[in-house]
C-alpha cells in the first residue's frame, strides 16, 4: 500500500456535483458566445507603431528641454505644483 492512499475507495460525486454550479453574471453571459481573436492588419500596426514612436519623440524632446532650459523648468515646477 502506497502512503497516502487507502484501500477503500470512498466516492464524491455527490459533493463534485454541488460544487459546479451555474455561473453567475458576465461569466453566463458570456457562456455562450464564441470570441475569435484576429491578428491586426499592416496598415493598423502601422499606425500604432508610428503613434509610439511619435510619442517617444516628443517625450525625449522633452526631456532634453527641461535638462537644457532653465524658464521650462521652472514652468514644470510651478505646474506641478
Do not use: C, H, W
Amino acid at each position: 500500500m502506497v502512503k497516502g492512499f487507502s484501500d477503500n475507495e470512498v466516492k464524491n460525486d455527490a459533493e463534485i456535483k454541488e460544487s459546479k454550479k451555474e455561473k453567475k453574471g458576465l461569466a453566463a453571459f458570456l457562456k455562450g458566445k464564441k470570441f475569435t481573436y484576429t491578428l491586426p492588419g499592416k496598415k493598423q500596426i502601422n499606425i500604432f507603431g508610428s503613434i509610439v514612436l511619435g510619442l517617444n519623440l516628443i517625450l525625449i524632446l522633452l526631456v532634453i528641454l527641461y535638462l537644457k532650459n532653465q524658464e521650462f523648468r521652472d514652468f514644470v515646477f510651478n505646474v506641478g505644483r
